[in-house]
Nanobody
Framework: QLQLVESGGGLVQPGGSLRLSCTVS????????IGWFRQAPGKEREGISC????????NYADSVKGRFTISRDNAKNTVYLQMNSLKPEDTAVYYC???????????????????WGQGTQVTVSS
């Protein structure tokens, strides 16, 4: 079985920080590209960041560039999303996803992913 589990969400004030974790099982993490996505109430799912199997290449949506950082620790089977300078508009359910083969330039498109986690809620509010 191939599974991804997100954790680390919660309630933070504007300007605060959170670190999300995506832990995988059932496959070797270093064989997969991992992406982070989010879906806010009433909005479509948005790709926000992705990382290659080696961790050498990363990509970010314009809405989070300069504030969020993606990283991975293959030995721990975990990918992280460090979120700084959080804004109320960052409020959403955040998902991680995995794909074993694909064009990295398209890694912010949800349709390219095969495996998904259950999501973790991030709420930014004063």
């Amino acid at each position: 079985q191939l599974q991804l589990v997100e954790s680390g969400g919660g309630l933070v004030q504007p300007g605060g920080s959170l670190r999300l974790s995506c832990t995988v099982s059932g496959f070797t993490l270093d064989d997969y590209v991992i992406g982070w996505f989010r879906q806010a109430p009433g909005k479509e799912r948005e790709g926000i960041s992705c990382i290659t199997s080696s961790g050498r290449w990363t990509n970010y949506a314009d809405s989070v560039k300069g504030r969020f950082t993606i990283s991975r620790d293959n030995a721990k089977n975990t990918v992280y999303l460090q979120m700084n300078s959080l804004k109320p508009e960052d409020t959403a359910v955040y998902y991680c996803a995995a794909v074993g083969r694909g064009l990295f330039s398209l890694c912010l498109l949800s349709k390219n992913y095969d495996y998904w986690g259950q999501g973790t809620q991030v709420t930014v509010s004063s």
